[in-house]
């Protein structure tokens, strides 16, 4: 059984969609990030950054229990102990992980700050606004080229690579984007969510998403001083 801490957004939901994929079970415990729980110290033994979400795999290697932090480490960990969604061979394996990094690297940090500047600044930076807002629509373009040349971005075969980028493309319009001008993205996008595990997967503590404006006690433990301290 696994122990999944997380939450109702784009990191979160690649993993829920990951364990309904490959039919692992699950026990879900919330982390309300606009509440403060990623700082609770039980917390942090298992995700120092204090960031969500993280897992307890009690079936882990050689049947000890097994703590893993990071939403891309834990795709991996999930597609390497199933078998499934990661080619075996070196070329097809590495080309779905160089696009899973740049999930990683580039989609996550990059539309998160376009998400950020334009919908939770708390004024409008008219510098931050544009880079960001120009940037994601760079990456939109990255990812619609990509699917220009397949069916999917790490080949022909839906895997991990797809699973780490759809949750931050949900979105979109949050970002800046216009999602018809990308028709390749698009396609992509359309045929992903129509898989029965992603909407299984995207419902996951639903009913615990954010309704109205950010309040300000949610805006200090997501944006504020509590991000900085020591513990």
């Known amino acids: 059984m696994i122990d999944l801490y ?3 957004t784009p990191n979160g939901h690649k993993v829920h969609i990951m364990l309904e994929e490959v039919g692992l079970p699950y026990n879900i415990f ?18 120092p950054n204090n960031k969500m979400p993280a ?3 009690h079936e882990g290697p050689e049947g000890r229990p097994f703590s893993l932090f990071e939403s891309g480490a834990i795709l991996l960990y999930l597609a390497e102990k199933t078998g499934k969604l990661l080619p075996e061979t070196p070329e097809a394996r590495y080309r779905v992980i160089q696009w ?6 580039g989609v996550g940090p990059m539309l998160g700050q376009a998400h950020h500047f334009r919908v939770y600044a708390p004024e409008r930076i008219p510098y931050a606004y544009d880079r960001y807002t120009n940037e994601a629509n760079r990456i ?10 397949s069916a999917h971005l790490g080949g022909e075969d839906y895997s991990i690579a797809d699973i780490a980028v759809f949750p931050w493309l949900r979105s979109y319009e949050n970002q800046g984007v216009d999602m018809n001008d990308y028709g390749n993205v698009k396609r992509w996008f359309d045929e992903i969510s129509q898989r029965p595990a992603v909407q299984r997967g995207v419902e996951v503590l639903a009913d615990r998403r ?10 200090e433990a997501m944006f504020g ?7």
């Open 55 to 57: 897992m307890v795999d």
């Open 140 to 149: 939109y373009g990255v990812l619609d080229r990509r699917l220009g040349e």
């Open 210 to 219: 954010r309704q109205g404006p950010i309040t300000d006690a949610q805006r």
């Open 100 to 105: 899973l990094m740049f999930q990683m690297g």
């Open 30 to 47: 919330p982390i309300d990030i606009g509440a403060g729980d990623q700082f609770d110290p039980a917390f942090l033994k298992i995700s």
């Open 225 to 231: 001083q509590s991000q900085y301290e020591r513990r």
């Open 6 to 8: 997380t939450w109702p």
